[in-house]
């Protein structure tokens, strides 16, 4: 069986920093990976607070100088953006 997690970096109230918010997507998936976990999606979303992920390629990228044997990927990509 294989497990994975759904990162949307939602701030949740006013209250988080956008930096805070990023900060902790990261902290998630690398501890997604020492948790056993096989994959991690990111989403992304413009424009509102529900997702502060611009570019879901931007924070895979990120992510993959962190970790070593999750996968990950992109749950939504907005491709008129690219």
């Known amino acids: 069986m294989e497990f994975a997690t759904f990162i949307l970096a ?25 948790a ?3 994959t991690a999606w990111f989403a992304e979303h413009h424009f509102n607070n529900y997702s502060l992920i611009p570019s879901p390629l931007m924070m895979v990228a990120h992510c993959a100088g962190l970790t070593s044997t999750i996968r990950l990927g992109t749950a939504v990509c907005v491709l008129p953006l690219y």
């Open 10 to 34: 939602a701030q949740r109230g006013y209250h988080q920093s956008s930096e805070s918010v990023i900060r902790n997507s990261i902290e998630q998936a690398v501890a997604s990976e020492q």
């Open 36 to 38: 056993g976990f096989n």
